[in-house]
């Protein structure tokens, strides 16, 4: 039998409680100190989970810091975790049949008993804070006519069902139906607006306006977010985020937890849980979703189901009802374990898990790992995909961890080796540092393309505990690259950042330059990218570059020269030895003298965690100079 526990955010209260800090202006705490206030308006160019960047109306960038509404703080640049909640308020206005079924909206009509209106509607909000009342509640009596007398002022809350052009059809819930009529339809007015209050940042778009930002300028060179009010610009609808596309899809189902525990299924998993029939339907769908992903990445599907209990409330779980005490214990901690176990061919994987979706993820790879292999591999390995699974979402590549696992990543001093790392055989669990360790190896495994090729027969080597299957064994004849690779993502690795956009290019050939020149694209959503030229060091090489290239979503077009902070600017390097030199600023000409001999690479300078909003690229000619 094994035991995999997993790593939620309760893992790091320890450390929070140590390092979360009052972001109060004029006060110093521990290491963080404020030296400034910063006051602006804008256009917001990029958005991460991190924060934003606001360019200002004289040009100037600012990176700015902002702490989402379920973050427990937001992580500087010096590793500290600060707690400073920003005041924020996101705006957007769009055509009122932008709306999408399973948005919850709230309008005033003038209406009848029947749920006939009496004109179109003008002016709806799209509700987004969850806290709502579903219904319909009498206004003032209309006084247009005496044939309208019957029409009465009433405000409308209720979910879309369906969003056309001129009309819009909502629905009630049966317990708040409205004269025994659950549906009602909503003409609209000519021009008919929709509106969306929101406070959280996730809801700001590239390109909205920032109308007033008030923030922190802390002593190393962080800027932190006290007030922040965003207007979307040019928006057609609300952009989901998140879960926001599962919450709408199953709106109609109830949101109230159950009075006590009960059995729900899905084709892979079997849980007794007090979580609502609604937020049952989200974890099942993002756990099919992630069976799926797996089964696909891995070759292999599973057999059996995991089965086991999720719990939100312990309280309403009959004593004995779950049957592990030690189960038990990692609930009430707010974590949870899969104990996995088998008997000659029969596999069997139980859960005991908090309602935390991704501590319930992380949970379930162990569970689907053992029952479609028959054990989850060392624990590395165990882990690191399990920490995968626990941070994975649908569709998206790119980095999104939370601000201390981040944080620490960034900061920690010194790095773990591969070697450290990649411990055979089972061992302690250990630490949430340990998790972020092992986490940080099976991304880069997993999604940079030099090596994901090797990593899933490894993976299912270690999984069947075939002999003599390692990480030395498989990675060993490129153990160089992969070490290179490895330092490289950990000195730039943030939220937002992409491996696949910044593997290197290990298969590029390179040859010295004679009488001629070398033409070559340069694309701005990349990392290094290899010139085929072999530099030498004290020979003069003329580099000139044509076209523009975008380094934000909402960002203009820029030459080679860039920006004036260097950013958007055609920059290069010269790797010898798997060692690279420093950067070398080239812009639209230059004339360059390596500093040693070497193969040229070329990149757009751009923040590394922000590659991905990037388009455009340039037509680089390389030559002798004269």
Known sequence: MS???????????????????????GMAHGQVRVVGKLSLTGTVETVTRDG????????????????????????????TLLSAPANVQVTSEFPAAGVKPGQVIRFTCQMDDTGKMNGGVSELTVLDDGSHDLGVVDGKPGDADAKASKFRERTVTATVKMALAKRIVVELPRDKAFNRKTAITCPLSEGAVARLMSNDPARIEPGATVVRLEALELQMGDVVAQTLEVENQGAKTVADKGDDALERKYRTLSDTPPAAPRLVRSA???????????????????????????ETFLGRRMTGVVEGFVAKDLGKFPSGLIDEPFGVQKIQRGEGVCVNSRLGNQRHARLYSCADHGVIQHECVHGICHLAFGSTGPTWLSEGIAELGNYWKEGDRAIDLPAP????????????????IAIPGRTESGTWQDYAWRWALCHLLANNPNYSRRFVPLAIALMEEKQGASFESVYGPVAKEISFEYDQFLNTLGNGYRSDLTAWPWAAK?????????????????????SKVLVEEGTAYEIVADGTWRIAAAGKQLTADGEADGRGRLAGAVFSD????KEIPLGVKATIKPPTSGQLFLRCVDTWTELADNDGDLMVVIRRAP
């Not at 200002?56 to 973050?71: I, L, M």
């Not at 849980?271 to 339907?281: G, K, L």
């Not at 390179?510 to 694309?523: M, T």
């Not at 798997?578 to 030199?581: A, G, K, N």
């Open 510 to 530: 390179f040859q010295k330059l004679g009488s001629g020149e070398v033409k070559l694209k340069i694309k701005a959503q990349a990392g290094w990218q290899a």
């Open 578 to 581: 798997f060692t690279l030199s």
């Open 405 to 420: 696992v981040v944080g620490y990543l960034q900061n920690a001093t010194p790095k773990r080796k591969l070697l450290e």
């Open 3 to 25: 035991l995999a526990m997993g790593t939620p955010m309760q893992r790091f209260q320890a450390i929070i409680a140590a390092c979360l800090l009052s972001g109060l202006p």
């Open 268 to 294: 892979h998993f079997a849980f007794v849980t007090d979580v609502s029939d609604r937020e049952w339907a989200v974890i099942s769908e993002k756990l099919e979703r992630m069976v799926k992903a797996l």
């Open 52 to 79: 934003l960047t606001v360019r200002d109306p004289a040009g100037r960038r600012h990176e700015v810091r902002v702490q989402g509404g379920k973050e427990q703080g937001v992580a500087l640049s010096d590793g």
